[in-house]
């Protein structure tokens, strides 16, 4: 029999375990009074921040590898537990991985830094545009440039010098153009367009080299190899002409000053100046040659032809008080004498203050100041002196008691000018009349004052110690005189640099077809790079003649071509063939006569060279801000109107 069902009876008596309760968050904040509940709200919210900033700093410092991190993306976290290896393998690498440096600024904000290739092609691609502005003023046919500087004043030259200075140029590598060619004036005085176009053809040269990634250091190793060649070929080219025979010499100078004078704004009245201008420097000391004594006077008014060398000093008259038209305008055999004094009655200086008690007392200092400057002018007299300079003022009474003794006075006279008087009269220059005696004196076989177009001058003429001279230059309009000066000043030079240095070369661009053909058969026997480097030296000294041929309007293409034709035919017969700008032909530069120094064209190209190399060495340009303090820019501060200044004017 099947035993029922019954349903199983549950002892309700018995009480229930309770389920333990999981603390959290929430819990801990009710039990905690009510008002602390804020401060524990910020504290949890402090902690969760700190968290999240820690986790992403961790993150940033210690970044998981790329592929494990996509491994972990694909395969999510099975793959991590399957493979533990991979686990160790992440942990290993983020050990690897380098702490990240902190960052240090060593330049002030602002500072501009560039470096690289780049910045040594911008280099470049500025002294380029430097060659273009000038590259037109280059040989007889060269054009002028008219510069207006800032304060408006106006100067047309086509002295490559004179242009640089003035184009006031301020990108820092293109500056190097510039330096050179003061130095070319400074050193030689001609040459200074040649120095700047062929230092930018080098670089034009060399750019594809660069850009190609050839070593700075290839190429300025190169460069020097080229110019010790090229210095050297110069030297066995050099034709030196024998001083002793005195007419040759001359000739030699004469035809160096007309070649400096063919490019030049005088091109036309080459002859006259030509005679003037090596004149004035065999007047020099021949051991010196200092040019600073010849003195160039400038004269507005008449034609170039009216210009005139004196054999001597000239200079205009300084100003004059009354009593000056008394005095005698000519003397002959004059007694010269030179002072550094003032001779006039001084006025109080430097709130000077005299209490007297006596009129007796105020005339006896009126007597002391009359007699001070009596016994100065006494002094003068006695020595027998007709014609006093000074370069301080030379006061109304002074001048009114030279001319009572039939003495010539000019005070103010420029120190340049009076020194150059010291050198021709023999006399020297006294700071004080006390002791001065005859023997301090100078003198010259004439002195007079004439009129020279619109001004008065005074002349010293027939020195017997003679080592100065000065030129009196007349012309039309002031720029054109100016740049007649600065003609002059070249020739000068050119002439100054022969009289040392007798070896001359044909100019034209001979020397520079000489030197390129030379230079590329010397390539030849060279391995490596430096083959390549001198060949494109050897091409960029034929910057000078196809400049020449492009200025004068000539076939370029042709006339370089027949040039290299006659240097490679045979180059001992054609080693002086270059460009004939009256001819319009390829002809003998040395038979006609077109001669330069020869130390002109080694300083060139050496100058060329040194500014090649050191733009070339440039790889980084840093460019720190402008400071915005005066005192940094050099500009005074203004002054404050407080403190122990000027007192200020009552109202």
């Known amino acids: 029999m099947a035993r029922p069902l019954t349903a199983k009876k549950h002892n309700t008596d018995q ?3 309770p389920k333990p309760q999981r603390r959290t968050i929430w819990h801990v904040y009710k039990a ?3 008002r602390f509940r804020i401060l524990l709200g910020m504290g949890f919210m402090g902690f969760s921040m700190v968290g999240m900033w820690a986790s992403d700093k961790i993150e940033t410092m210690y970044p998981p590898p790329v592929e494990n991190r996509v491994t972990h993306i694909t395969h999510g976290s099975a793959a991590q537990s399957e493979d533990p290896s991979s686990t160790k393998e992440m942990a290993g690498r983020r050990q690897q991985v380098p702490m990240m440096q902190p960052q240090v600024i060593v330049l002030k904000e602002g500072t501009d830094t560039s470096q690289g290739v ?13 060659c273009d502005t000038i590259r037109t003023t280059l040989g007889p046919r060269g054009m002028d440039k008219l510069i207006v500087d800032s304060q408006r004043r106006v100067t047309i030259s086509n002295d490559g010098a004179t242009i640089m200075k003035l184009l006031e140029v301020v990108q820092p590598a293109a500056r190097t153009l510039v330096d050179i060619a003061r130095a070319q004036d400074a050193e030689v005085g001609d040459g200074t367009t040649s120095v700047v176009l062929l230092a930018g053809e080098l670089l034009k040269e060399v750019k594809d080299y660069v850009e190609e990634g050839v070593s700075s250091q290839v190429i300025i190793k190169g460069f020097r190899k080229a110019a010790d060649l090229a210095i050297n070929r110069i030297k066995e080219l050099a034709v030196s ?35 003037m201008v090596v004149d004035a420097v065999m007047r020099l000391d021949q051991d010196e040659l200092n040019e600073d004594m010849i003195g160039i006077k400038k004269i507005p008014g008449g034609a170039m032809q009216d210009s005139i060398l004196v054999d001597g000093v000239a200079f205009k008259k300084s100003f004059s008080y009354a009593g000056f038209e008394q005095q005698p305008k000519s003397l002959d055999s004059p007694k010269i004498v030179c002072l550094n004094v003032e001779l006039e009655l001084r006025a109080e200086k430097d709130n000077a203050e005299v209490r007297v008690d006596k009129v007796s007392e105020y005339q006896a200092i009126v007597d002391a100041e009359w007699k001070i400057i009596f016994d100065k002018l006494d002094s003068i007299v006695a020595t027998g002196a007709n014609v006093v300079l000074s370069r301080l003022p030379i006061g109304d009474l002074a001048t009114q008691y030279f001319a009572d003794r039939n003495i010539f006075c000019a005070g103010r006279v420029t120190k340049d000018d009076l020194d150059r008087v010291c050198e021709a009269t023999g006399c020297h220059t006294q700071s004080t009349t006390t002791g001065l005696t005859a023997k301090h004196l100078g003198t010259c076989e004439r002195f007079e004052e004439r009129q020279i177009g619109g001004q008065r001058f005074n002349l010293f003429k027939g020195c017997p110690e003679a080592k100065t001279c000065t030129i009196v230059l007349r012309g039309g309009a002031e720029q054109f005189i100016d740049e007649v000066e600065r003609s002059l000043h070249d020739s000068i030079m050119i002439v100054r640099r022969a009289v040392k240095n007798q070896n001359v070369v044909a100019g034209g661009g001979a020397i520079e ?18 083959q390549l480097i001198i060949s494109a030296f050897a091409k960029a000294l034929e910057i000078i003649p196809r400049q020449l041929c492009e200025n004068a309007g000539f076939d370029t293409t042709d006339f370089i071509t027949q040039l290299r034709a006659r240097h490679a035919q045979d180059p001992e017969r054609f080693k002086w063939y270059g460009v004939d700008i009256e001819e319009e032909e390829v002809s003998d530069m040395f038979a006609k006569f077109v ?13 060329a060279v040194e500014a090649a190399c050191l733009i070339l060495s440039v790889d980084e340009t840093v460019t720190s801000q402008q400071s915005q303090d005066p005192m940094a820019s050099g500009q005074p501060a203004m002054p404050a109107r407080g403190g122990r200044g000027m007192p200020m004017m009552g109202r």
Not at 118 to 130: D, K, R
Not at 244 to 258: G, P, T
Not at 513 to 530: D, N, P, T, V
Request: aromatic residues 6%; glycine residues 2%.
């Open 241 to 275: 002409v024998d001083r002793s025979d005195k007419a040759k010499f001359r000739d030699l100078l004469e035809k160096c000053a007309a070649t400096s004078m063919n490019s030049k704004l005088i091109g036309s009245q080459r002859e006259f100046f030509t005679k």
């Open 15 to 17: 009480p229930k375990e």
């Open 32 to 34: 905690v009074p009510p």
């Open 595 to 607: 001669w330069e120094p020869a130390l002109v064209k080694s300083n060139a190209i050496l100058s």
């Open 118 to 130: 780049p910045q040594l092609l911008s280099n470049i691609s500025a002294c380029l545009a430097i």
């Open 513 to 530: 077809m000489e030197l390129s053909r030379y230079l590329r058969e010397e390539a030849r026997q060279i391995e490596g790079k430096q």
